[in-house]
Nanobody
Framework: QVPLVESGGGLVQAGGSLRLSCAPS????????MAWFRQPPGKDREFVATIINWSGGRTYYRDSVKGRFTISRDNAKNTVYLQMDSLKPEDTAVYYC?????????????????WGQGTQVTVSS
């Protein structure tokens, strides 16, 4: 059983919006840092955005999504979201939710302890 479950992916035209959600699939657990990664077709998995569960929910984004994507979390539901606006064809990828027990922002996939199965986002031109 994968620890995290993503939802909200789909097909959208360029300039459109999608909101991804990520929640624990079974047992409740608290992760101090959550993140979204993506894997474009034929490429390696890459960091998208991350948020920590304290310090005012500090966030960090990859440069290409700044101003278009917003990561947020609902601590009561232990759920993290990725609001994606002004989508571009180059945003097409499988998007993965990840969590780590440490409370420091990290952008490397191997630093994360828990993963979801991924959700496909396709942006048509």
């Amino acid at each position: 059983q994968v620890p995290l479950v993503e939802s909200g992916g789909g097909l959208v035209q360029a300039g459109g919006s999608l909101r991804l959600s990520c929640a624990p699939s079974g047992r409740a657990f608290n992760t101090r840092t959550m993140a979204w990664f993506r894997q474009p077709p034929g490429k390696d998995r890459e960091f998208v955005a991350t948020i920590i569960n304290w310090s005012g929910g500090r966030t960090y984004y990859r440069d290409s999504v700044k101003g278009r994507f917003t990561i947020s979390r609902d601590n009561a539901k232990n759920t993290v979201y990725l609001q994606m606006d002004s989508l571009k064809p180059e945003d097409t990828a499988v998007y993965y939710c990840a969590g780590r027990d440490g409370g420091v922002l990290r952008t490397i996939a191997s630093d994360y302890d828990y993963w979801g199965q991924g959700t496909q986002v396709t942006v048509s031109s």
